[in-house]
């Protein structure tokens, strides 16, 4: 039992003493002095329970000990066996079961001292104690009950605590399988970021070697030529080759440009992206590489949910995609403005971006190698054939997808697919 149980009922007790001198005056002294004694009994043993000099476990016996000789006293004191308070002997046990549930001890003690109290009731009252057998009897059986009714609320503590500690353990098993699937992901994202680095160690090296090779050969002949000291033999000859040369240059500046450009950020850390600022902010840098072609339409529905794709590698996808496009257009023949539009849609698990615009479309034998490194239909300087590569090896990366297609009315789409931040899940 707690301090403020025995506070409170030592109150009770003390208002029951009072009730009790003004309904009795002073005729029954006894009583009142019973009652007074009991409830500063419970006073003094709140006051260690609080203090901690008696542990709550024994306070529950104790309290019912002391209850008990005074509700014998008052009923020896009012008739004994004939008392009107007689019965309340047996609440003892009930209550004593009711206020420490969690031990048997002190109910069961309860129980044998008050069927003792019902006995020496009978003997003090000179009656026979055979004439209190039904009485014991009917006390015992009530208190038994308290018994049982403290044993049924163990089983069911001791139960729900088994189910607690279940759960706990199912709660410490996920957290563990997530800090495995995240640590997995991890790892098998560097897998991956070191396996793209391979291949495109291995790519720029083929595709910077080509050129080099050519740029040097021309570039020693040239030598020649000069320190020959004859007149260079075709003048033409010399031109084409320079031009050659440059393009050389400019295809290796190129691959470098897109190289750095990509990795500007490195392996960005952000883990999600804001499609419809980042779709505004790709716009806005795509007009500043193509404001004499026409305009890029952008259409963002309200509530488009955040994406799984870094911010930056995401504004890197769209500028990518708007470039292609405009330079798509701009390769058009004949000439025309370009109409590009930017458009997203969403549903609960998908968010989905469209690149479209109005140029040539892709041919028909691009479609396939679109998406391989270094594959590119433009000059030197202006594409190093890495871009879409990259693109798709980004959202690839966090279980998205780009796709191309031609559209039916002409020109090109571009379809990027990313699942919502929250319910993005690894990639299989
Ligand atoms: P790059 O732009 O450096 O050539 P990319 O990987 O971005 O490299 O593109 C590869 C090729 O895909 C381009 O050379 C072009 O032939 C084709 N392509 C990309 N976008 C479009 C488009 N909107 N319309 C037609 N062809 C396109």
Redesign the pocket.
């Known amino acids: 039992m707690k301090r403020k149980l025995f506070s409170v009922c030592a109150g009770m007790l003390f208002l029951g003493w009072v009730g009790h001198g003004l309904f009795f005056g002073r005729s029954r002294p006894f009583e009142g002095g019973v009652l007074l004694t009991w409830s500063l009994s419970f006073l003094v043993l709140g006051l260690l329970v609080g203090t901690g000099r008696l542990p709550a476990w024994a306070s529950g016996g104790l309290a019912g000990l002391v209850s008990l000789g005074a509700v014998t006293a008052i009923v020896h004191a009012t008739g004994g066996p004939t008392s009107p308070y007689f019965v309340t002997l047996v609440c003892t046990p009930l209550l004593v079961a009711m206020f420490t549930p969690d031990a048997r001890a002190p109910t069961l003690g309860s129980l044998g001292v008050m069927l003792l109290a019902v006995a020496l009731l009978y003997h003090l009252a000179e009656r026979p104690v055979r004439e209190g057998l039904p009485s014991l009897f009917i006390f015992g059986g009530i208190g038994g009950l308290g018994l049982y009714g403290g044993k049924t609320y163990r089983r069911l503590r001791e139960s729900e605590r088994h189910a607690q500690e279940d759960r706990l353990l199912a709660l410490e098993q996920l957290a563990e399988s997530e800090r495995r699937r995240l640590r997995a992901e991890t790892e098998r994202a560097e897998m991956e970021r070191r396996l793209l680095m391979g291949q495109l160690a291995t790519g720029v090296a083929h595709e910077v070697n080509n050129p080099l090779a050519f740029v040097k050969s021309n570039l020693n002949y040239l030598e020649q030529q000069l320190t020959g000291g004859q007149q260079p033999s075709d003048i033409e000859e010399l031109r084409e080759l320079l031009d050659e040369t440059r393009q050389g240059v400019l295809r290796i500046q ?1 691959i470098v440009t ?1 190289l750095r450009y990509f990795s500007r950020d490195g392996l960005s850390q952000e883990e999600w992206g804001a499609p419809g600022e980042a779709m505004q902010e790709a716009r806005r840098q795509a007009l500043g590489h193509m404001a004499r072609l026409g305009d890029v339409a952008l259409e963002v529905p309200d509530g488009l949910p955040r994406v799984r794709l870094g911010q930056s590698h995401l504004i890197q996808v769209l500028l ?2 708007l ?7 701009e ?1 058009s023949r004949p000439a025309r403005p370009a109409r590009i539009q930017l458009r997203a849609s969403h549903t609960p698990s998908e968010i989905r971006v469209e ?1 479209e ?1 109005n ?5 028909a034998e ?1 479609l396939p ?10 000059a030197p300087g ?10 798709r090896e980004y959202v690839a990366r966090v279980g998205g997808s780009l796709t ?1 297609e031609n559209r039916p009315e002409g ?4 379809v990027l697919t990313l699942t919502p931040a929250a319910a993005a899940s690894p990639r299989s």
């Open positions: 190129r897109d990518n995609l470039i292609n496009a405009a330079e798509a257009v390769s690149v615009d140029g040539p479309g892709i041919p691009v190698r679109l998406f391989e490194p270094f594959f590119t239909t433009k202006k594409g190093s054939g890495l871009g879409l590569t990259l693109c191309a020109g090109a789409r571009f």
